[in-house]
């Protein structure tokens, strides 16, 4: 069992993860370690295997090979549902909000946590003002970085101890994606831990304790962000 | 919001409480094939009752084949009941709770709509 494994301070670790869809392997035995309260930036290239790994985290896929810990238990069979019941999150890739229901709708998606509908609200309101004058609006219609915001909100309302964030920058102007990293930066001050897949490099760099660049199928380097810059150019531009 | 070291202890208790199922990933897989299997063997056992039954005037034998092919329709049924739960379920399951809070949704806004008329 991997548990004993397992640093103590370690919140979600990857050991030798495989995982395929049908017959193609797209993790060729992925090794991570991620520390309670701090945020680990995950990067690499288009088709690295990064929203895989979240994927096999998450729960939502199974891995053929190795083990998935979370909060120091193999929880390789676990279902998604019951990860997040406990307070792993995952905000997908494209938002993942409900398009035909308003910005208030999409926050009482997460009442399953018994969190009353007038403290998620106020709290997401408080986080993302910019969602509080739309809240009768429907999602659809919002602006991308209000409906990555959004989809944030709703994340954070199910009250997560570990919030898996991937592509949040996806489709968005520079100057969004720095705002919503500054929202990143405040959550993790509230000790959630994060794990962000990110193929903007730059600005998850800046708010990231520890990260990882992912090339083909596997973990080509960890180390602190400061020491990665060499290996960025390399992983992204085939050095 | 709770304190981050709260969260994490409550966090490591409810996942050491997990109920894990078996973590075989080729569980899922083998079940949806037996439903693939016998939803077809279901249907070739019926063709199968026809032919006895069509082919003989002994009435024995045709209350026989009447067994037997309700025998295959209950096979069959078995066998979309696992084809239906190991393959396209998970994916509908997610949809079927978006619709049903929309309809609740629109319940409550027409609801709502109403109560504003009437005061």
């Known amino acids: ?239 | 919001m709770e304190k981050s070291p709260e969260r994490v202890e409550q966090f490591k208790t409810e996942i050491a409480g997990m109920n894990l199922r078996d973590p075989s990933t080729t569980r899922d897989r083998q079940l949806l094939r037996l439903g693939i299997g016998l939803l077809v063997v279901g249907i070739a056992v019926g063709i199968y009752a026809y032919t006895l039954s069509h082919g003989t005037n002994d009435p024995l034998q045709q209350r026989d084949a009447i067994v037997v092919g309700l025998i295959a329709v209950s096979v069959s049924i078995a066998g979309a009941a696992l084809f239906v739960r190991y393959s396209i379920a998970q994916f509908l399951r997610f949809w079927i709770a978006r619709i049903t809070y929309e309809q609740q949704a629109q319940t409550d806004r027409v609801v709502d709509a109403i109560k504003q008329k009437s005061q």
């Open chain 1, 1 to 239: 069992m991997t548990d004993a494994i397992a640093p103590s301070d370690e919140i979600l670790g990857l050991y030798g993860v495989r995982a395929a869809y049908e017959r193609i392997e797209v993790l060729h035995g992925v090794d991570l370690s991620v520390k309670a309260g701090t945020v680990f930036a995950l990067l690499g290239p288009n088709g690295a295997g990064k929203t895989t790994t979240l994927k096999v985290i998450a729960g939502l896929m199974r891995p053929t090979a190795g083990d998935v810990v979370v909060a120091g238990r193999r929880v390789n069979g676990a279902r998604s549902e019951d990860l997040a019941r406990r307070g792993l999150c995952l905000v997908p890739e494209g938002h993942g909000i409900f398009p035909n229901l308003t910005v208030r709708e999409n926050l009482l998606m997460a009442t399953h946590t018994g969190r009353k509908p007038a403290a998620i609200e106020a709290a997401a309101f408080a986080r993302f003002p910019a969602l509080a004058d739309r809240r009768s609006q429907v999602a659809g219609t919002l602006s991308g970085g209000q409906q990555q915001m959004l989809a944030l909100a709703r994340g954070l309302a199910c009250e997560p101890a570990v919030l898996l964030l991937d592509e949040l920058s996806m489709g968005l102007a520079p100057l969004v994606v720095e705002e919503l990293y500054e929202n990143v930066a405040r959550i993790a001050k509230e000790g959630i831990t994060i794990l962000v897949v990110e193929q903007f490099a730059k600005v998850v760099l800046g708010v990231a304790d520890e990260a990882a660049i992912m090339a083909q199928g596997r973990i080509a380097v960890t180390g602190r962000p400061d020491e990665l810059a060499d290996e960025l150019s390399a992983a992204y531009l085939g050095g």
